[in-house]
């Protein structure tokens, strides 16, 4: 596995913590750091024995403040030919949000403030859970940006547009009881409770069959572009899957033997 800098990659059983590790910047993401996120999210995706994947933050501050400001100001006074260069990354800002692709679950567990590209990466997760002090949002309008990392697509497609709208074009922050109040996040929790609650939403994640997890985070989605009576007719990758595995046979043994399924993901 790589030596990584800026973030850290952990497995325990077949649960993959993935954490950003620059709470001197907000764990806000530079290019080094896409590239390291991209690099671990292939990682996760390609890893038969991991099964789901955890985003967090270092430190109780923030999860992450999006884009490195800092950063991006720092190389704007050195001379062009002098910066260093970055290849184009998979998956997107943080290697996660243009992932359409790894059906395996992903929760963020968030710590603080994920704001911007922050927020972005936390959307393009499955499952928020949220710290009570945290707070989520697009200031991007605010320093004359905007949230071209799926931010501006993604929330009006998590809550209500009025209340989209409304956060997106004043860039005010969204606190996480209002956020858990709208549907943009699944559960608030003290921060001392916030990474046992993580993993107790993927220990319960890890009670179902991991292709029938995956068989159903990939119908929901790439259903949501499909009329229903095509999305219900549809075959897709993973369910086809699922259709030839292992899992599917010891399910119904298991239930009927009245005993706790032994999932071998394949």
């Known amino acids: 596995m790589a030596d990584y800098e800026f973030i850290k990659y952990e497995q325990d059983g077949n649960i993959v913590t993935i954490t950003i590790n620059r709470p001197e910047r907000m764990n806000s993401i530079h290019p080094p750091t896409t590239e390291e996120l991209s690099d671990a999210w292939n990682t996760f ?20 403040a999006g884009n490195d400001l800092k ?8 001379p062009a030919n002098e910066r260093p260069t970055f290849a184009p990354v ?7 949000t243009a992932d359409w692709e790894c059906p395996k679950p992903m929760i963020a567990a968030v710590n603080g403030f994920a704001l911007g590209g922050g927020c972005e990466m936390a959307m393009a997760c499955d499952i928020i859970i949220a710290a009570d002090h945290a707070r989520l949002g697009l200031p991007e309008p605010r320093v004359g ?47 001392a409770e916030l990474m046992d609650t993580a993993k107790r939403w993927a220990s319960e994640i890890l ?35 699922m259709g030839q595995s292992e899992d599917l046979i010891e399910g119904p043994r298991a239930f009927a033997e009245k005993r706790t399924p032994n999932w071998k993901g394949r």
Request: hydrophobic content about 45%.
């Open 207 to 241: 009670l179902c069959a991991p292709i029938s997890v995956r068989a159903s985070k990939e119908a929901a989605y790439k259903g949501l572009d499909l009329p229903l009576p095509a999305a219900l007719t549809h075959s897709f990758h993973q369910q086809r899957i």
């Open 45 to 64: 995706a390609a890893d038969d024995s991991a099964w789901v994947g955890i985003l967090t933050g270092a430190g109780e501050r923030a999860f992450s």
């Open 71 to 78: 950063y991006t100001a720092e190389m704007s006074r050195v």
């Open 145 to 191: 940006l905007m949230a071209g990392a799926g931010g501006v697509h993604r929330l009006p497609r998590h809550i209500p547009l009025k209340i989209a709208m409304g956060y997106m074009l004043t860039g005010n922050h969204i606190p996480a009881p209002v956020a858990h109040q709208w549907g943009l996040v699944n559960e608030v929790v003290p921060a």
């Open 90 to 96: 998979q998956g997107g800002f943080g290697g996660i």
